[in-house]
């Protein structure tokens, strides 16, 4: 089993910035993937951006530019950097953990971009 605990969510203006962190414990495997989804209300969850164990990233074209993703050389957790944010990004993220047996999902934190 993998535990994932994230934290950073909260409210922000419109432009503003926020700071995603997702820490894994439990089974964790040298070769995996970590990244982030989100889900809006009434809309089916999506793919944010993801990271390889090997450093390999991959985003969504909605936030290319404004998004990064990180993880530390322990390759146990994943951050989330986002800048110039939309209303259209609120939405719970998610973080998410796949090894090649299995995928894992934290409990979400909400992101709230308004004025």
């Known amino acids: 089993q993998v535990q994932l605990v994230e934290s950073g969510g909260g409210l922000v203006q419109p432009g503003g910035s926020l700071r995603l962190s997702c820490a894994a414990s439990?089974?964790?495997?040298?070769?995996?993937?970590m990244g982030w989804y989100r889900q809006a209300p009434g809309k089916q969850r999506e793919l944010v951006a993801v990271?390889?164990?090997?450093?390999?990233?991959n985003y969504a074209d909605s936030v290319k530019g404004r998004f990064t993703i990180s993880r530390d050389n322990a390759k146990t957790s994943v951050y989330l950097q986002m800048n110039s944010l939309k209303p259209e990004d609120t939405a719970v993220y998610y973080c998410?953990?796949?090894?090649?047996?299995?995928?894992?999902w934290g409990q979400g934190t909400q992101v709230t971009v308004s004025s």
């Open positions: 998410n953990y796949q090894r090649v047996d299995n995928s894992y």
């Open positions: 439990g089974s964790i495997f040298s070769i995996n993937t």
């Open positions: 990271i390889t164990s090997g450093g390999i990233t």
